[in-house]
Every structure is written in C-alpha cells, then in structure tokens.
C-alpha cells in the first residue's frame, strides 16, 4: 500500500508485474540463505542449470540443522556443501557457527536489501528493514542464478506498538498476542508491518524474536523500520555500512490495523499443539514441568540468555526437570563464556547444548513419554518434538527458567523468587568469523566432493492428457510439513528422494508411501484430499518433492498455505482449493478421480475458471478452484519449474 515501508523496498527490487496486493509479481533478491536440512537439494538444483557461479549478490550456506552425525549422511552432506560453495561463489558457514537466521542478522544482513532463504523463519531478517522471506530450496537456487522470486504483491497489516514491556514481559509475548489476535491461517499473501513509538523501546534482537514467529501467522514476511537502534546494532557488530534508515510515510495508508500497547501484555504461552492456541501463563500455573529448553532461532540471543542467567543465579533448577540451554551462535557463546552468563547456566545446573536448530526441529532432546516441555522455540507441533504424546508449551526465556527452578509452570507476576532483571548491553559484541569459509576467486581446481548418500534432483513427470487415479490419503486440519516429511531422525535422507520418501506421512498413515508408489508404478495418480492449512509450517520442499515422486498430481484442500502452495506449483502438483465442507467430506478415501484435459483447464483457470473433477465413485463432480500465477500456471504445464527453466536455457 501507499508510502507502507513494505512496498519501499518492493518498489526498488520491482523487475516486473503492479504493485497491487493480490497481483502477481517479480522482484529482484540481493541474498540467499540456505541450510543444511535444505540447502543439499537447493545446490544440486543450482548444479543442474549449469552455471559456474551464483549471480545475486550474497549466497550463505549454513550448517545448522543435521549437526548430529549419527552415520555417514550428515557429515557427506556437510562436506558437500563445503566443496559446492567453495566452487560456486557461496559463504560456508561451518557447524558450531550457529544458527543461520541468527548468524545472518549478526553478519550479513543489511537494511533495505532483499533476503530469500530455504528456511520458512528466513523473516527473521525483517528486524533489520529487510525483505526476508521463506521459500523452497529450488527458489533459492533460481535465486542465486540471477532469476528474479515470483510472489503474489502483498496486503500490508499494519501492527502499531504503542507504551513499553514490563518487567517480565517479553518479546516473546508480543509476538505470541500477535499470534493469539490473527492465528495461524488466514494470513497468505500478508505482511505485518510494526510502527509506533513502542517500536524504539525494542532492541533488534527483540525484534528478530517478532519477525520470526511471524511465520508461524503464515504471512510473507513481517518489517521493522531501520532507525537509531538498527544503527547502534549495526555499528557494535562492526557493521556500520550495513545501515540505511529507512521507515514507512506518516501518511501510509495499511490494508488493515491491529495496536497493541506493550505496557498491559501479560506473560504468555502457546498451548500444545499449535503456535495459534496461546493463553495467559498464570491459567496454566500449576502444571508439573518435565523439560526446559531455551534456545532455536526464536530465543537464543545474548540478551535473551542474560536475562534467563540472571533468573536462576544462585539457584538450582528441580530435581524433576531437564534444562537445556542452547546458544544460538558462536558470538553468543563466547560472550556468554566471558561475561559469566554460561557459568550461571553450569551452576545451576544446565546442560550446555550446541549452537544449533537442534531441539526445535527434534534432532535431539525430545523429551519423555507424555512429559510436559517447555520451549522457548517457534513450534509446538503434534510429534515435532520426537515423542508424539508429549505436551510442549512455547513461552519467553524468563518463564522457562522460573518453571525450570519451581518444576511447574510459574507466572512471573505470581512468585516470590526473584525481581525482574534489568539486562542492557551498550558495550560491541565479539566478531569473530573464523568458522566462515569464503569462497576463493578462482575456484577452477575446486572438485565438488560427493557422497554415496548425495543423489540428484528427481526428475518431474510431463502433464499427461489426462489425470486419472484415486485419493491415496485424506487428512484433516492443520496438516503440517512436519506431518508430510518427518524430520529429527529422518532429516539425514533429504539428499537421496528414494529413500526419504519412504517416510512420506509416515506418522500420519505409515502405508501411504506403498499405496501411492503401487498407484505410480500403474501409471495411475494419486490425490491428497485435505482440511484448512494444509502445509503450515516449514519451508521444506521436500513435502512437494517426495509427494512428486511418489506419483502425487494433486493436492485437494479446503486452504493451501503460502510457501507449500509455491513448492507445489514448483514440482508439478496441483494445489486445488475444495469449495466447501460439504464438498470435502463427501469426497472419499479411495474414490475414483478424474480430471479431464488438465492442461486446457490449467490456461481457463487464469480466466477464473474452476477446475472440474470427477467422482467416478461418488458420481460427482467437484469445482475446484486453481489460484495460480501465470508463471506457476506455466510451471504446472511444464511438469516443474526445472523443467520450464532447462527449456528455458536450451
């Protein structure tokens, strides 16, 4: 909208289309970002377009996700990425350097510049002016081939942040109102824009904690102005250059408004099993806690883990608890070695875990049967923790380390343990970029070095004349990536499809890969038939890669949500939205489907035609709707976006 900082920076990286919310457009990417969970198939797609080096102007490689080296995968995996980067123009950031969203707001990211990473919380960098945002790896590897992002122009949700936080009250709290207000469907196509004179009370590192969560809300991105405390972050970081003041007009006109005034938010927390269901701490005060974890790329700066020390300084956490405390980058943990803050953390009796996703994304510490966790991550998702029947309650650093000493969840505003500790930092923080690799000038005698467990990008089968096959699975609500493709113990197959898809809705319906394969091997297709929000959550497109594989044409959904839409159309599959409930639940397991002439009802549907669909079991048919871009409209012709790009380049 009108002067919003938002369409600012839309404006300057515009390559094509109208900046009118709901149109489609394309918009020049200064940076990328990609980690190690994403990254190996994002730089196997860059590879297969034959270029020697990137072309925007910042690729980082971060490894920050499959750090535990159980087996041979993840450290060939590391090694690949390694070797890739070094022969395609790519910064390596080493395991131990920390998590990439924190890590890039220390080092990389500037203000006003456009971010594009292979992680759904690449919003993060909104803190510093930035346009960051989430996509599948394949975007991110057109990116770094110079390709402008394809994205629909968003609406622009203005936040307005008016008073100041109180002792207790976090950042955390801010984003989970925010949460509690709008939800977690609803949002496609939005951007959350703060303002108000609340927003220079908050350090950018509180603002990174707002931005990221942003995405659990399933908007595009969400933006901070950059102003004085941008500048003095900035400058501590030895990165002066990086500042460019920047702010939405006094006259802005928003698509919509929410205020929220700092100084009546109270201490809150996300409720099992979603980011959405969030409720006041002291309802919950009471409830025998099992685990503490702080930590992920939510909560893990210096000053969220000063604060949580300054918590538990001379005390001990509970007999019954198991604390973990994971830094979120090197810097971090060595300030926190210095200062004294990890010595408090030792003292009271944490256990010091790597610089790394590691817990958020159950790679590790998942917790015991129906325990009760509190996290200070961004997902609380059925399962995501690596044990399906245990609780996990998403709050601030402060909450957990109370909980962590009393053993239950404990309101701040209801103890007698401590006061509210009153944490500033006004000295530079440590640079030290030993763990970045950078690549050399001339990389000519750079060999790519790969695995056994390294496979290729599969290939994306060609639209048929016709789509015929049945419904391989039907799920409800809120489907998430994490319930498509498992993570934690699985995460090592994300380089090799035939093997990762084999897990396909393995906690869902462990037989669905079978089911489809056998449909795929007939030459029959298969179809997904979903509730609202199918796809909320991570960025992974391997829940469109290996779906793709498997023979899957079409996903038939109530609503889709915004980056898996986008990996959909990216692999080829139909992303159709069902009309109505009624429409859904009379559509049956294993009914016979047909679309007819998919191709001529993909170009009609840019005319706003639905697409029609046959129930030869039911004996209906169904109009769906394909809300589609042109490019995607051509994608989707052209089996994949690697295919339409390979043709492309002939």
Do not use: W
């Not at 003095?232 to 500042?243: M, S, V, Y």
């Not at 006094?250 to 009546?264: K, P, Q, V």
């Not at 380390?401 to 500033?424: H, K, M, Y």
């Amino acid at each position: 909208m009108k002067g919003t900082l938002t369409y600012k920076i839309l404006k300057e990286h515009l390559v094509s289309g109208q900046l009118e919310a709901g149109c489609p457009v394309e918009i020049r990417i200064d940076q990328t970002l990609t980690q190690d969970a994403t990254g190996t198939m994002a730089y196997l797609q860059f590879e297969s377009l034959g270029l020697d080096r990137v072309r925007n102007e910042l690729a980082v490689s971060y490894v920050d996700h499959n750090t535990i080296q159980v087996g041979f995968e993840n450290a060939d995996d590391h090694r690949y990425l390694q070797s890739v980067a070094a022969k395609k123009g790519v910064v390596f950031s080493r395991a131990g350097n920390g998590i990439c969203h924190q890590v890039h707001l220390e080092r990389f990211g500037q203000c006003g510049k456009t971010l594009l990473g292979s992680d759904s919380h690449t919003p993060t960098g909104g803190a510093l002016g930035m346009i960051a945002i989430g996509s599948g790896g394949l975007d991110v590897a057109l990116a770094m081939a110079g390709v402008p992002f394809s994205l629909v122009c968003p609406r622009v949700v203005e936040i307005r942040l008016t008073g100041k936080l109180r002792g207790f009250v976090t950042a955390k709290d801010v984003i989970l109102a925010v949460l509690q207000h709008f939800g977690v469907k609803g949002n496609v196509n939005t951007v959350f824009e703060y303002t108000g004179e609340g927003v220079r009370t908050l350090s950018v590192p509180e603002r990174a904690t707002i931005c990221n969560m942003g995405a659990e809300c399933g908007v595009t991105c969400s933006l901070f102005p950059s102003d004085e405390i941008t500048k003095d972050f900035l400058e501590r970081q030895h990165r002066g250059e990086a500042f460019r003041a920047m702010s939405a007009a006094e006259d802005a006109l928003y698509d919509d408004s929410f205020e929220i005034d700092l100084s009546s938010l109270e201490p809150l927390a996300a409720c099992p099993h979603s980011p959405g269901n969030v409720r006041p701490v002291r309802e919950l005060r009471g409830l025998k806690t099992d685990q503490v974890l702080i930590g992920s790329c939510t909560n893990s700066s210096y000053l969220d883990l000063v604060t949580a020390s300054r918590i538990l300084e001379g005390r001990r956490i509970a007999d019954t608890v198991s604390f973990g405390v994971a830094p979120g980058s090197r810097q971090v943990l060595m300030m926190i070695t210095e200062d004294g803050t990890l010595e408090r953390f030792i003292k009271a009796g944490a256990r010091i875990l790597e610089s790394a996703c590691g817990f958020c994304i159950g790679n590790h510490q998942s917790p015991s049967t129906d325990a009760v966790s509190l996290r200070t991550n961004n997902r609380n998702f059925e399962g995501r923790s690596g044990t399906k029947s245990a609780n996990v309650y998403l709050v601030s650093p402060v909450v957990a380390a109370l909980s962590s000493i009393t053993g239950e969840i404990t309101d701040p505003f209801d103890q007698n343990i401590v006061s509210a500790p009153e944490v500033s930092f006004s000295g530079d923080f440590i640079c030290d970029d030993g763990l970045l690799i950078f690549p050399p000038s001339d990389a000519s005698g750079v060999e790519i070095v790969r695995g056994p467990n390294i496979g290729q990008p599969p290939q994306c089968p060609s639209l048929p004349d016709m789509l015929r096959g049945e419904v391989s699975l039907k799920v409800g609500d809120k489907i998430t990536t994490d319930h498509i493709m498992p993570a934690g113990a699985r995460l090592k197959y994300r380089s090799n499809i035939p093997v990762y898809s084999q897990f396909v809705f393995e906690n869902v319906d462990a037989s669905f890969h079978q089911r489809s394969a056998a449909l795929r091997d007939e030459g029959r297709a298969s179809f997904i038939v979903a509730g609202y929000s199918y796809g909320q959550g991570s960025s992974r497109e391997h829940a469109a890669i290996c779906p793709m594989y498997l023979g899957v044409r079409a996903v038939m959904a109530l609503s889709i949500e915004r980056i898996h839409q986008a990996n959909l159309c990216n692999f080829g599959i139909l992303p159709l939205t069902i009309a109505s409930q009624q429409d859904y639940e009379e559509i049956k397991m294993s009914d016979e489907l047909v679309i007819d002439n998919p191709a001529l009802q993909i170009k009609r549907s840019l005319e706003g035609h639905p697409v029609e669909v046959r129930d030869l079991t039911g004996g209906k048919t169904y109009f769906m709707k394909l809300s589609v871009t042109p490019l995607q409209a051509e994608m989707l012709l052209k089996g994949g976006r690697l295919n339409q790009i390979r043709e492309a380049l002939k």
